[in-house]
């Protein structure tokens, strides 16, 4: 489908994915929600794209939900309508997050501004999240009467900082800034604005220099450990992923190319 809302530059095996709303700071409307929704979808069985990098165009990452409309296009607040609208709309937004983590492509967030709400929801359900100085995130939802629990938030959150701080986050909505969210690691990289697409590349880069199987078995194996019920569940994915990689000849050529010294030419199989 052509994409209004969001604009996708492919290179090489690498998808540059950007919230194309800037007069909007981004947020979510309707129609970008069924574009992301379409887009992750998609992803799931195309494994000509190997990584995928999220960026907001102008002075945002995602600031949320749209909650005003467009009065332009007619398009009306994403809580317009009765209940069964609202939960068909909160359906296909949750949707989204939890498509970013079931394709198997890796998933960098370069954030920047502010990434509240949705916003910041996508950002976590990344798997690598680089911020610029000027970010500023928060889950937004408790502060306009909402729950503060919303998107994958909930189940997401905790897991990267810990219980307490994903509390007060949660509980409060006050905003997390670059340098918090580097201490606290819940960003790998802090780099200024203009640095971050630069930042990103060299992610890019390390995660191309694997193969196209091992990295996807990779991002399965650590969500899946993620939940595991015992380390004995753990070890036994890590366990059959391993034994099915080195049936490949991408295994073959990433061994002769570490013997022999010289950078592996990997085509996933």
């Not at 540059?16 to 309707?30: A, D, G, H, K, Y």
């Not at 501004?113 to 911020?131: E, Q, S, T, W, Y």
């Not at 091992?214 to 890590?238: F, W, Y």
Request: with cysteine.
């Amino acid at each position: 489908m052509t994409y209004k809302t969001i604009a996708i530059r492919h290179d090489n095996g690498v998808d540059w994915v950007t919230f194309n709303r800037p007069e909007q700071l981004n947020t979510i409307s309707p129609e970008m929600a069924q574009e992301l929704g379409d887009y992750f979808g998609a992803l799931y069985t195309d494994h000509s794209v190997r990584v995928v990098v999220l960026r907001g165009a102008g002075r945002a990452f995602c600031a949320g939900l749209d909650l005003k409309g467009d009065s332009e296009t007619g398009t009306g607040s994403v809580v317009d309508g009765d209940v069964a609208h609202t939960l068909r709309f909160q359906r296909r937004i949750s949707e989204i997050v939890m498509r970013m983590r079931r394709c198997p492509q890796a998933t960098i967030a370069a954030i920047h501004g502010p990434a509240c709400g949705g916003g910041f929801a996508m950002a976590l359900a990344a798997d690598i999240r680089i911020a610029g100085t000027s970010s500023k995130m928060n889950t937004a939802f408790i502060k306009i009467g909402l729950s503060g629990c919303d998107i994958g938030v909930s189940y997401m959150l905790p897991r990267l900082v810990g219980v307490s701080v994903a509390s007060e986050l949660i509980m409060t909505g006050r905003f997390i800034n670059a340098e918090r969210a580097l201490r606290i690691n819940l960003v790998s990289e802090v780099v200024p604005d203009d640095q971050l697409d630069a930042c990103a590349q060299t992610y890019v880069d390390d995660l191309l220099r694997t193969s196209p199987l091992g990295l996807r078995m990779t991002k399965e194996c650590l969500n899946m450990s993620v939940d595991a019920g015992s380390m004995e569940a753990a070890v036994a994915m890590e366990d059959r992923n391993q034994v099915l990689t080195t049936k490949t000849q991408d295994f073959a050529e990433g061994v002769a190319a570490f013997i022999e010294k010289r950078k592996p030419v990997y085509h996933d199989r």
